[in-house]
Antibody
Framework: QVQLEESGGGVVQPGRSLRLSCEAS????????MHWVRQAPGTRPEWVAV????????YYAESVRGRFTISRDNSKNTLYLQMDSLTAEDTAMYYC???????????????WGQGTLVTVSS | DIQMTQSPSSLSASVGDRVTITCRAS??????LAWFQQKPGKAPKSLIY???SLQSGVPSRFSGSGSGTDFTLTISSLQPEDFATYYC?????????FGQGTKVEIK
């Protein structure tokens, strides 16, 4: 069965960096686009970033563009999110999610991990 | 960007009730519309894609309909495990966006 397991969350000071990881299993990781989606407490989910199956293309929400970088290592079945210049507004549960296709042209989220909590606070 | 609006924001219902949740897009999304269920402390779970197609393993009491800008999620006979928050999501274009959610509570 499809499993996605995030890690790397924690408490970080404003302006600092954090790197999240998402280890995938139960499917051919290198065949699918992957997303990061975040959800602040009591709010709707917010899409953050997508990367194509081969890592050649990525795209970001305006709120994180220039600060966050999505990447993947298909040899390790692992997705990453490098988060720099963090602010309090980045505090949320961060989920990795699998797209139904390789290129992610129509982005939706078939499978989700359990999430990793990021808290930005001094 | 496409804005998604759900109604109602919350509702109270009893086991066995028929429940309908609506979702409206600020511009047409064809049938690129998904529905998710989220329980407290858990990740969202995909229920429906392409407006009306059930994901594998989702009970048949869930159904979806609509196209363009107006969509509905119907639970034909509410079960105890269905008390949760439901979100719609458009995926015709980037950035994908979610409705604000509808919380289904026990009456």
């Amino acid at each position: 069965q499809v499993q996605l397991e995030e890690s790397g969350g924690g408490v970080v000071q404003p302006g600092r960096s954090l790197r999240l990881s998402c280890e995938a299993s139960g499917f051919t990781f290198s065949s699918y686009s992957m997303h990061w989606v975040r959800q602040a407490p009591g709010t709707r989910p917010e899409w953050v970033a997508v990367i194509s199956y081969d890592g050649a293309n990525d795209y970001y929400a305006e709120s994180v563009r220039g600060r966050f970088t999505i990447s993947r290592d298909n040899s390790k079945n692992t997705l990453y999110l490098q988060m720099d210049s963090l602010t309090a507004e980045d505090t949320a549960m961060y989920y990795c999610a699998r797209d139904p296709t390789s290129r992610g042209a129509r982005p939706t989220f078939v499978y989700w991990g359990q999430g990793t909590l990021v808290t930005v606070s001094s | 960007d496409i804005q998604m609006t759900q109604s109602p924001s919350s509702l109270s219902a009893s086991v066995g009730d028929r429940v309908t949740i609506t979702c409206r897009a600020s511009q047409g999304v064809s049938t690129y519309l998904a529905w998710f269920q989220q329980k407290p402390g858990k990740a969202p779970k995909s229920l429906i894609y392409a407006a009306s197609s059930l994901q594998s393993g989702v009970p048949s009491r869930f159904s979806g309909s609509g196209s363009g800008t107006d969509f509905t999620l119907t639970i034909s006979s509410l079960q105890p495990e269905d008390f949760a928050t439901y979100y719609c999501q458009q995926y015709i274009s980037y950035p994908p966006s979610f409705g604000q959610g509808t919380k289904v509570e026990i009456k």
